[in-house]
């Protein structure tokens, strides 16, 4: 049986930052592949560059050195103008404090990306719809994000992650916000996700048992990525 | 639909701050539109004069007169059409405050001149047949209750003594822009009486007003009338009515930059008003625009969020102001009609004022959106987290 191709290929990527005179290099020669319907978890302690590979993959953010290429993009070689266009169509993110749109109710947030589709309103409206009931906020779409709980606005923002359909998801500390009962949900929401729609997700985080939940743990630390400690082999 | 919702949620998330900012935008607009509108008024004798029209007066100063015997010499130069004569009077009626303008004229070549001064058949009639009969405008009339076939009295100050008048009619400007203060009289009424008098002020004309068959030609008859007498003891300056108007403005154009700066430093002010409001606005909102950016909406939809709360913010106040401008003006211009006679909003005013509302909302939203434009998002989320 033949492998598939990872859905992500990362090579000899660099990664540092200016801070006055000092340059302070934060990923280093990071090689890593991820297929297509893993459930990856980054780890590792603050400062260690996690969320700027994540950034990296998800193509807010521009690597020194190395390439990554997604699917059959390389990323890096896209212009600011390509890169916003196949972010709205690649890239489902999640955030840990939510990042909804206050002044909008739950399914116009959702319907934000929608925007940027060729989607009547009215196909607009259904699909953020049908995105609120796939994360159980059916009977919420009215409500303001500041008239829902932490794990409802989170569902939210995962609903808004997931409604154009994107090749993979990214969270940064999705759990980080909420409370364990809340964050539990979410971690099923995730794998749900992950197990029956096919969602690749990408996941950093400090939490160890929310790493548990996905299929790959993978470590960083003072920018380097240390071995593979997964559960499931790519 | 989606994105105007947005604009306006976004403008009035705010509240206090915005409805603060829009009266700001009214209040200025409101300023700047009367300002303008007093400019308008005080070039409201230059507008409503018209190029067939020219006026010939003494080459030294207004204040000497011409011979009365120009009329003949005048009316025979190739081009002209109609000759009318008038003098100023400055009478004044029962106090030096109620001021307005009067003159003694020549009743039926001024009328012919002046087709703008509408009177009914009947008033024409009166007035052209009664040698002390007046005609008045209706603004003038109101304002002291005349009413047709009423006596008023003007004491006379270039001309001395008590003059009575009979009201015979009272005329209405045919457009908007048509002075309607001004008070005229017989020519002949006043020089009969200083015959008597003061002979030696008698036949003496103040102005001649002269209609010319061809606007084009107006320079060259222009100056045809002025060679006709120069080396005369009175010789004379002839021009158009526009650029005799414009010398009366000229003498008070201080005034007039004065107020045309003051109506440009208040938008200037309103201006820095609405960036304060749109730089707070944005910068509490950086963390949106950078998850706008995050999920694929390019710079320029953001710049056209920012430019559009811009746009809304200073164009509801622009609204609000435009409609508090009419009733301002009414009540400026009737406490000012003594010395603004001709004063309105005119459309050109109202254009002014939108035209100023979209400048400072673009202005304003300048600076905002280059730094939401050229925010990295990485650099962006860090902030928000």
């Given at each position: 049986?033949?492998?598939?191709?990872?859905?992500?290929?990362?090579?000899?990527?660099?990664k540092s930052y200016r801070r006055?005179?000092?340059?302070l290099?934060v990923l280093?020669?990071?090689?890593?592949?991820?297929?297509?319907?893993?459930?990856?978890?980054?780890?590792?302690?603050?400062?260690?560059?996690?969320t700027t590979l994540l950034n990296l993959i998800a193509g807010i953010d521009r690597a020194d050195?190395?390439?990554?290429?997604?699917?059959?993009?390389?990323i890096m070689?896209l212009s600011e103008t390509d890169l916003a266009?196949?972010r709205?169509?690649?890239i489902?993110f999640?955030f840990?404090?939510?990042n909804?749109?206050?002044?909008?109710?739950?399914?116009?947030?959702?319907?934000?990306?929608?925007?940027?589709?060729?989607?009547?309103?009215?196909?607009?409206?259904?699909?953020?719809?049908?995105?609120?009931?796939?994360?159980?906020?059916?009977?919420?779409?009215?409500?303001?994000?500041?008239?829902?709980?932490?794990?409802?606005?989170?569902?939210?923002?995962?609903?808004?992650?997931?409604?154009?359909?994107?090749?993979?998801?990214?969270?940064d500390?999705?759990?980080?916000?909420?409370?364990?009962?809340?964050?539990?949900?979410?971690?099923?929401?995730?794998?749900?996700?992950?197990?029956?729609?096919?969602?690749?997700?990408?996941?950093?985080?400090?939490?160890?048992?929310?790493?548990?939940?996905?299929?790959?743990?993978?470590?960083?630390?003072?920018?380097?990525?240390?071995?593979?400690?997964?559960?499931?082999?790519? | 639909?989606?994105?105007?919702?947005?604009?306006?949620?976004?403008?009035?998330?705010?509240?206090?701050?915005?409805?603060?900012?829009?009266?700001?935008?009214?209040?200025?607009?409101?300023?700047?539109?009367?300002?303008?509108?007093?400019?308008?008024?005080?070039?409201?004798?230059?507008?409503?004069?018209?190029?067939?029209?020219?006026?010939?007066?003494?080459?030294?100063?207004?204040?000497?007169?011409?011979?009365?015997?120009?009329?003949?010499?005048?009316?025979?130069?190739?081009?002209?059409?109609?000759?009318?004569?008038?003098?100023?009077?400055?009478?004044?009626?029962?106090?030096?405050?109620?001021?307005?303008?009067?003159?003694?004229?020549?009743?039926?070549?001024?009328?012919?001149?002046?087709?703008?001064?509408?009177?009914?058949?009947?008033?024409?009639?009166?007035?052209?047949?009664?040698?002390?009969?007046?005609?008045?405008?209706?603004?003038?009339?109101?304002?002291?209750?005349?009413?047709?076939?009423?006596?008023?009295?003007?004491?006379?100050?270039?001309?001395?003594?008590?003059?009575?008048?009979?009201?015979?009619?009272?005329?209405?400007?045919?457009?908007?822009?048509?002075?309607?203060?001004?008070?005229?009289?017989?020519?002949?009424?006043?020089?009969?009486?200083?015959?008597?008098?003061?002979?030696?002020?008698?036949?003496?004309?103040?102005?001649?007003?002269?209609?010319?068959?061809?606007?084009?030609?107006?320079?060259?008859?222009?100056?045809?009338?002025?060679?006709?007498?120069?080396?005369?003891?009175?010789?004379?300056?002839?021009?158009?009515?526009?650029?005799?108007?414009?010398?009366?403005?000229?003498?008070?154009?201080?005034?007039?930059?004065?107020?045309?700066?003051?109506?440009?430093?208040?938008?200037?002010?309103?201006?820095?008003?609405?960036?304060?409001?749109?730089?707070?606005?944005v910068r509490?909102r950086t963390g949106e625009y950078v998850v706008f950016k995050t999920l694929g909406f390019g710079s320029y939809h953001l710049a056209?969020?920012?430019?559009?709360?811009?746009?809304?913010?200073?164009?509801?106040?622009?609204?609000?102001?435009?409609?508090?401008?009419?009733?301002?003006?009414?009540?400026?211009?009737?406490?000012?009609?003594?010395?603004?006679?001709?004063?309105?909003?005119?459309?050109?005013?109202?254009?002014?004022?939108?035209?100023?509302?979209?400048?400072?909302?673009?202005?304003?939203?300048?600076?905002p959106a280059f730094r939401v434009m050229h925010i990295g998002i990485a650099q962006g989320l860090r902030k928000v987290v």
């Open positions: 049986m033949s492998v598939p191709p990872p859905l992500v290929k990362i090579r000899d990527v660099s006055g005179s000092q340059i290099p280093q020669h990071i090689v890593l592949d991820i297929a297509e319907g893993a459930f990856l978890a980054l780890m590792g302690p603050s400062g260690s560059g996690k050195s190395g390439s990554i290429t997604v699917g059959d993009v390389d070689s266009a196949w709205s169509s690649s489902g999640i840990q404090f939510y909804l749109i206050p002044v909008l109710n739950a399914r116009e947030n959702v319907e934000l990306p929608l925007l940027l589709t060729g989607l009547s309103r009215k196909e607009r409206r259904e699909h953020a719809e049908t995105a609120l009931q796939v994360v159980n906020l059916a009977d919420r779409m009215d409500h303001y994000p500041s008239e829902l709980s932490g794990g409802q606005q989170q569902r939210v923002a995962i609903a808004r992650a997931v409604v154009t359909d994107p090749l993979m998801l990214v969270a500390e999705p759990t980080g916000d909420l409370d364990r009962a809340s964050a539990k949900d979410i971690l099923d929401l995730m794998c749900r996700l992950n197990t029956e729609l096919g969602k690749t997700i990408i996941m950093v985080t400090h939490d160890p048992r929310a790493a548990e939940r996905a299929h790959i743990i993978r470590d960083l630390d003072k920018g380097v990525l240390n071995d593979v400690s997964g559960q499931t082999p790519l | 639909m989606f994105l105007a919702k947005l604009l306006f949620k976004n403008a009035f998330r705010h509240k206090l701050r915005t409805a603060l900012t829009v009266l700001g935008v009214a209040v200025a607009v409101l300023a700047f539109g009367l300002l303008r509108t007093v400019v308008s008024a005080w070039y409201s004798g230059v507008e409503a004069s018209s190029a067939s029209r020219l006026v010939t007066r003494n080459a030294i100063s207004l204040v000497f007169m011409l011979p009365a015997s120009y009329r003949e010499k005048i009316r025979q130069i190739e081009g002209v059409k109609t000759v009318s004569w008038g003098n100023w009077f400055g009478g004044i009626y029962i106090d030096e405050k109620n001021f307005f303008p009067n003159f003694a004229v020549d009743p039926k070549t001024y009328l012919e001149l002046y087709p703008e001064y509408l009177l009914s058949l009947e008033e024409k009639t009166a007035f052209l047949h009664d040698r002390k009969g007046c005609m008045v405008g209706r603004l003038t009339a109101r304002k002291y209750g005349w009413k047709q076939g009423d006596t008023v009295t003007l004491k006379g100050t270039i001309f001395p003594g008590n003059w009575e008048f009979v009201v015979d009619g009272i005329y209405r400007g045919r457009d908007r822009g048509t002075d309607e203060s001004q008070f005229f009289f017989h020519w002949e009424y006043l020089n009969e009486s200083m015959k008597k008098t003061a002979p030696e002020r008698a036949e003496q004309i103040g102005f001649f007003i002269l209609g010319i068959k061809n606007p084009d030609r107006a320079a060259e008859v222009a100056a045809a009338v002025d060679r006709s007498f120069k080396n005369s003891i009175s010789e004379t300056i002839t021009e158009t009515e526009k650029a005799f108007q414009m010398g009366f403005v000229s003498m008070t154009e201080a005034i007039v930059i004065a107020v045309q700066l003051v109506s440009f430093v208040v938008i200037i002010i309103i201006m820095a008003v609405v960036a304060n409001t749109m730089a707070m606005s509490e056209g969020l920012i430019f559009g709360e811009s746009f809304v913010i200073c164009l509801t106040g622009c609204a609000v102001g435009i409609l508090g401008t009419f009733p301002a003006a009414k009540a400026f211009g009737d406490a000012m009609s003594t010395f603004l006679p001709v004063f309105f909003v005119s459309p050109r005013t109202v254009y002014l004022d939108v035209l100023a509302s979209v400048a400072v909302a673009t202005i304003a939203a300048l600076i």
